[in-house]
């Protein structure tokens, strides 16, 4: 009887192994290979939506990249064009001021040169040579005061500047740029200081290009 015991027990023992072996084949080998393939699934779902997104994204960058190099590069052309616009303009501005104070340089010369001519002329009468020799002074003055008038009107932040006296009236013209009322009255002051010319008889025009 013991005997019989032990080998229904040892019996037992052989069908619970054999039923925990079973049931733990079929929960950690079937379920596992589930989970293994939803986690696969799930894992390309997601890698591929994310590659997805970082193309739209990258697309995105791109096209916005593309607008702002467009934009940089219209406003350096834009910038460009400006300068070029601006160099132009201040070319001309100094080409003029320029060509006129030659002019008035060589009127200046041909007056001093005929008025010397009296001085020295052995054919002028006294009169003539005093009257000349008051020509000539009173031009000297003219040209100092002019050179002084240009030279204290571009410290008002003009680019340039000429002054014109032609006997008791004075004519300055300056850029446009910065020229209005307040400015005209300064330019005036610093006319009557330096020559001496009545506020009315002085006149101040606006170069324009």
Known sequence: ??????????GALVVALGAAVYLNWQFSGTKPEEVTETAQTSSTKQLGQTVYVNTEVSG?????????????????????????????????TNDYFSSERKKRTQAHEEALKSLQDIVQSGESSDAARKEAV????????????????????????????????????CTVIVPSQGLNDASAITIKDIVNRQSGVAFDKITVTPYTG
């Open 1 to 10: 009887m013991t005997f019989g015991k032990r080998q229904l027990v040892v």
């Open 60 to 92: 995105e960058t791109r096209q916005e990249s593309s607008k702002s190099d467009a934009t940089a590069n219209k406003t350096k052309k834009d910038e460009a064009s400006d300068a070029k616009e601006v160099a132009a303009l201040n070319t001309d």
């Open 134 to 169: 008051k020509a000539l002074e009173k031009l000297s003055s003219a040209i100092k005061s002019e050179t002084g008038i240009e030279a204290e009107v571009r410290t008002k932040g003009f680019k340039d500047c000429i002054a014109l006296i032609n006997n008791d009236s």
